[in-house]
């Protein structure tokens, strides 16, 4: 039987998310560490997981009209990102898709109503706010099949919530064992300086949402969201954060939480935080 059986708050920023920040141990600033530390964590953890499958959602993954699922059997490319080509620029990956699941996430969104694209298309690009966090932590073997999931601009947060009901619905009729991954920040008012610390309001806004996921009261932080976002200005709106609690509530399970670190990038709030289904 399928299941959701982990949930990912993660980061992909490039700070974090670079051959030097990853690899070898060359980070810009100290306080990238925890995050750096936190992510190769989680990483480990999904190593054990036994997944059949990673749908995540990046932040980066933009649409405008329609929510697109990648289907793609097969994820291959190369990636220079085209906000930071002097950071992320030739990286190559070659990680499996899972058409099926993906078809069938269509299947459910589109029954809802909801306007809904299924790409499955070698060239369709895929952003670094999806492959840097697989390819440098999440499954550094590229074994495990993955299906993004756009955020989508016209959609708004119950949409997006909708959309993470429809995942966990999906993977457990598909009898997949999923991960769902929101790749993206918490707080997100930049500003230039890599290293630059959220406002000590913005950061205690972040800690309340990451103790409210911690301590499993999914309904609340739900309720909670559209104030969070207003005050906290989450990247994309919090879409992936909606998406994520959708995922979470529709499978109507408690998780076990590791909050594995909180750190820095340019103003924005990053937490690693996983959830694995008691
Ligand atoms: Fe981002």
Same mark, same amino acid.
């Given at each position: &039987?399928?299941?959701?059986s ?6 992909h920023?490039p700070r974090?998310?670079?051959y030097? %920040?990853?690899f %070898?141990?060359k980070?810009?600033h100290?306080d ?18 036994? $997944?059949d ?9 933009? @649409? @405008? ?27 190559? /990956?070659?990680?499996?898709?899972d058409?099926?699941? +993906?078809?069938?996430m269509i299947d459910?969104?589109?029954? %809802?109503? $909801? ?8 060239? /369709?690009?895929?952003? /670094?706010g @999806?492959?840097? *966090?697989?390819?440098c ?7 495990? *099949? !993955? !299906?993004?999931?756009?955020v989508c $601009?016209? +959609?708004? =947060?119950?949409?997006?919530?909708a959309?993470?009901?429809?995942? +966990?619905?999906?993977?457990a009729?598909?009898?997949?064992? +999923?991960?769902? !991954?929101?790749?993206?920040s918490?707080?997100h008012k930049l500003v230039r ?5 959220p406002?000590?309001?913005e950061q205690?806004l972040?800690r309340r949402f990451a ?6 009261e ?6 909670? $969201? *559209?104030? /969070? ?6 990247? #994309? ?5 909606? &998406? #994520? =609690? ?5 499978t109507g399970?408690?998780?076990a939480? @590791? !909050?594995?670190?909180?750190?820095p990038?340019?103003g ?6 996983s959830?694995a %289904?008691?």
């Amino acid at each position: &039987m399928g299941e959701l059986s982990r949930v990912c708050l993660s980061v992909h920023t490039p700070r974090y998310c670079t051959y030097e %920040a990853a690899f %070898a141990g060359k980070l810009a600033h100290p306080d990238f560490r925890a995050v750096r530390d936190g992510l190769i964590e989680q990483g480990r953890e999904l190593a054990t997981a036994q $997944l059949d499958v990673i749908v995540i959602n990046s932040c980066h993954l933009v @649409t @405008t009209f329609p929510t697109v699922v990648d289907g793609t059997p097969r994820h291959r490319g190369v990636l220079t990102a085209q906000e930071v080509p002097e950071l992320i620029h030739g990286v190559e /990956y070659d990680f499996p898709g899972d058409y099926d699941l +993906a078809a069938a996430m269509i299947d459910r969104g589109a029954a %809802a109503g $909801l306007q809904c694209v299924l790409a499955n298309d070698i060239h /369709y690009p895929l952003d /670094y706010g @999806t492959v840097m *966090p697989i390819v440098c932590y999440l499954d550094r073997t590229q074994r495990v *099949p !993955v !299906v993004p999931i756009s955020v989508c $601009l016209v +959609a708004d =947060l119950e949409e997006s919530f909708a959309w993470g009901q429809h995942i +966990a619905r999906s993977v457990a009729a598909a009898g997949r064992r +999923a991960a769902f !991954v929101a790749s993206g920040s918490v707080s997100h008012k930049l500003v230039r300086g890599p290293e630059t610390w959220p406002a000590p309001v913005e950061q205690e806004l972040d800690r309340r949402f990451a103790q409210m996921l911690a301590d499993g009261e999914y309904a609340k932080l739900w309720a909670w $969201l *559209p104030e /969070y976002v207003e005050a906290a200005e989450p990247e #994309m709106g919090g879409r992936h954060l909606a &998406m #994520m =609690l959708g995922a979470i509530l529709e499978t109507g399970r408690s998780f076990a939480a @590791t !909050v594995y670190a909180y750190g820095p990038s340019s103003g924005s709030g990053n937490y690693v935080i996983s959830l694995a %289904a008691r």
